[in-house]
């Protein structure tokens, strides 16, 4: 069993920054580490993810590439989402996620754990 606690969400005007972190406790494996984003009415996808075995592969939505930055710290067992340039968009409540495998790492059903979830707002 992992478990996944999120902090660092708020609230910032467009052009600002926020970092999200994820500590994960319990039985910790490697695999993908995810950022997931879900807006009010909208389905919730993939934002940035980060493969950890036999290597480190990152993973970014073309909404996001060259914004937000996702990182791992694995003496503390803690993934970060680096968000920069936010715009109103970005909005929405940002959830960590941890899966084994994956048939496409922004695929929400293939995580098996989910952190409690972070709101961002982003106000023009």
């Known amino acids: 069993q992992v478990q996944l606690v999120e902090s660092g969400g708020d609230s910032v005007q467009a052009g600002g920054s926020l970092r999200l972190s994820c500590v994960a406790s319990g039985y910790w494996y490697s695999g993908f580490l995810g950022w997931f984003r879900q807006a009010p009415g909208k389905e919730r996808e993939g934002v940035a993810g980060?493969?950890?075995?036999?290597?480190?592969?990152?993973y970014y939505d073309d909404s996001v590439k060259g914004r937000f930055t996702i990182s791992q710290d694995n003496a503390n067992h803690t993934v970060y989402l680096q968000m920069n340039s936010l715009k109103p968009e970005d909005a929405a409540m940002y959830y960590c996620?941890?899966?084994?495998?994956?048939?496409?790492?922004?695929?929400?059903?293939?995580?098996?754990?989910w952190g409690q979830g972070n709101q961002v707002t982003v106000s023009s």
């Open positions: 980060i493969y950890t075995r036999g290597g480190i592969r990152y």
């Open positions: 996620a941890a899966a084994t495998v994956t048939s496409g790492w922004a695929r929400p059903s293939d995580y098996k754990y």
